[in-house]
T-cell receptor
């Protein structure tokens, strides 16, 4: 049981380049989300999805796109990277419903934009 | 908009001390409050507090929720160096998303 798998673990980009951070989960979780973590800022929600075909914006969505074509995958796209997007990115998934959403996190992807 | 404020932002203690971490929140429709521990990598789940479960305990860690005053505390007794981590508080309101606070960085010195 792999849980939540993120790739790549590390990436260096130049300003203006595009890339996709991949996230896959094998727990059949309906809910998936992307957070970024910067020093002293905690985890800030970028985008989230409550099921295939459904996505919504979080606190800091600008500069990022997402899609959810399957239950398992939730890729995060940077169309034109900027130095302000240098951060550690975490994908997380969880079951939704009447109970609380206890998230399972991936190991993180460290992105540097030069 | 749902909001989480944690205090202090950082804390340095000696092994054996007891620490209290604070989390206050604003929410329209409360569903749950969660505590996570983050060491070098991904956050790991500690506790979930809801309207039907306002106190949790696991070993030296315990947490309570005060829904009237809108805060939660995380207590760690007899701290050890392995408790050094960032402790994150997260709030779930009316939607499925979790909103996190900035975290408290705890350093436990031998």
């Amino acid at each position: 049981n792999a849980g939540v798998t993120q790739t790549p673990k590390f990436q260096v980009l130049k300003t203006g380049q595009s890339m996709t951070l991949q996230c896959a989960q094998d727990m059949n979780h309906e809910y998936m989300s992307w957070y970024r973590q910067d020093p002293g800022m905690g985890l800030r929600l970028i985008h989230y999805s409550v099921g295939a075909g459904i996505t919504d914006q979080g606190e800091v969505p600008n500069g990022y796109n997402v899609s959810r074509s399957t239950t398992e995958d939730f890729p995060l796209r940077l169309l034109s990277a900027a130095p302000s997007q240098t951060s550690v990115y975490f994908c997380a998934s969880g079951r939704q419903g009447s109970g609380a959403n206890v998230l399972t996190f991936g190991a993180g992807s460290r992105l540097t934009v030069l | 908009e749902d909001k989480v404020v944690q205090s202090p932002l950082s804390l340095v203690v000696h092994e054996g001390d007891t620490v209290t971490l604070n989390c206050s929140y604003e929410v329209t429709n409360f569903r749950s409050l969660l505590w996570y521990k983050q060491e070098k990598k991904a956050p790991t789940f500690l506790f979930m507090l809801t309207s039907s479960g306002i106190e949790k305990k696991s070993g030296r860690l315990s947490s309570i929720l005060d829904k009237k005053e809108l805060f939660s505390i995380l207590n760690i007794t007899a701290t050890q160096t392995g408790d050094s981590a960032i402790y994150l508080c997260a709030l779930q309101g009316g939607s499925e998303k979790l909103v996190f606070g900035k975290g408290t960085k705890l350093t436990v010195n031998p």
